[in-house]
């Protein structure tokens, strides 16, 4: 099993809808986590962290399920800017484990 | 927000010449430094895990006497790519984790674009 695993997607929604993404992590240790987003060509940029009791920022909001391992994503009135691969982020146990999933695409669609 | 800067954000060269890759945090002091290789259409790859002051941690399969990682000060990492292949060509993405805090976000240089001929 994958330390973190995502659907790469694609995933091609029409604008204005709700998509909602989904990452599973094997370490049961795992301490923090973060959705980032990296356009093509771009290196990756923190969309942001997810905590326990879940975390909303605008359109976007991200929860955290400890004892199914996983995290979640989900994007509200989706626009045309948020095409991107979004990558599921977990920092391990310590000082130096952080793994990246493989990405989810989104393609939003006039 | 942390600013992470890469140099040189892109570069062409012959093959079998080493190529320096310079990450500098600029607003923040950057305990762990983190090197990242991406191909096309593939996830980041972990390389390598740079403490100021130590050897860098290595992963699996990386080798550690061709791609040099130095982290010499709080805000200075440099990746060498000795004797360059075609196979190297890919691009490399630096991270910094903030000193202050352990289990904290990292934040992304703007990749350097290496193109071996």
């Known amino acids: 099993r994958k330390e973190v695993e995502q659907d790469p997607g694609p995933f091609n929604v029409p604008e204005g809808a709700t998509v909602a993404f989904n990452c599973t992590y094997s370490?049961?240790?795992?301490?923090?986590f973060f959705w980032y987003r990296q356009d093509c060509r771009k290196e990756p940029k923190l969309l942001m962290s997810?905590?326990?009791s879940g975390n909303e920022d605008g359109r976007f909001t991200a929860q955290l399920n400890r004892a199914s391992q996983y995290i979640s994503l989900l994007i509200r009135d989706s626009k045309l800017s948020d095409s991107a691969t979004y990558l599921c982020?977990?920092?391990?146990?310590?000082?130096?484990?952080?793994?990246f999933g493989t990405g989810t695409k989104l393609q939003v669609i006039p | 927000g942390a600013v992470v800067s890469q140099h040189p954000s892109w570069v062409i060269c012959k093959s079998g010449t080493s190529v320096k890759i310079e990450c500098r945090s600029l607003?923040?002091?950057?305990?762990?430094m983190f090197w990242y290789r991406q191909f096309p259409k593939q996830s980041l790859m972990l390389m390598a895990t740079?403490?100021?002051?130590?050897?860098?941690?290595?992963e699996q399969g990386v080798e550690k006497d061709k791609f040099l990682i130095n982290h010499a000060s709080l805000t200075l990492s440099t990746l060498t790519v000795t004797s360059a292949h075609p196979e190297d060509s890919s691009f490399y993405i630096c991270?910094?984790?903030?000193?202050?805090?352990?289990?904290?976000?990292?934040?992304f240089g703007p990749g350097t674009r290496l193109t071996v001929l």
């Open positions: 991270s910094a984790r903030e000193q202050r805090t352990r289990h904290g976000t990292q934040y």
């Open positions: 370490n049961s240790a795992s301490q923090s």
């Open positions: 997810v905590y326990s």
């Open positions: 982020v977990v920092n391990g146990g310590g000082y130096q484990k952080v793994t």
């Open positions: 607003d923040f002091q950057a305990t762990t």
């Open positions: 740079s403490n100021e002051g130590s050897k860098a941690t290595y």
